[in-house]
């Protein structure tokens, strides 16, 4: 038995139309999603980085400020000499 397909009414094209629409949507949204966790990571990341750079230039500055008193004080010695 042979079946031929019968034309798409207009509201079933258009339905159908809509049908692509959405997936076309659903798609874009999932990938944008995905990007968003992307670059939420990253700038977790980045934050890190930046909290141990901070911390590394607090203590060199701690260290400098070491280095400068004993400097300080070997000039004083000398100068008393």
Same mark, same amino acid.
């Given at each position: 038995?042979?079946?031929?397909?019968?034309? %798409?009414?207009? %509201?079933?094209?258009?339905?159908?139309? %809509?049908?692509?629409? +959405?997936?076309?949507?659903?798609?874009?949204?999932?990938?944008?999603?995905? *990007?968003?966790?992307?670059?939420?990571?990253?700038?977790?990341?980045? %934050?890190?980085? +930046?909290? $141990?750079?901070?911390?590394?230039?607090?203590?060199?500055?701690? $260290?400098?400020?070491?280095?400068?008193?004993?400097?300080? *004080?070997?000039?004083?010695?000398?100068?008393?000499?």
């Amino acid at each position: 038995m042979n079946w031929k397909s019968r034309p %798409l009414e207009p %509201l079933e094209r258009e339905n159908n139309a %809509l049908k692509n629409t +959405i997936c076309c949507l659903r798609r874009e949204l999932e990938n944008k999603g995905g *990007h968003v966790a992307r670059l939420k990571f990253l700038l977790g990341e980045r %934050l890190n980085r +930046i909290d $141990q750079l901070n911390a590394t230039i607090d203590r060199l500055r701690e $260290q400098n400020r070491r280095l400068d008193a004993e400097a300080e *004080h070997y000039a004083e010695m000398v100068r008393a000499s």
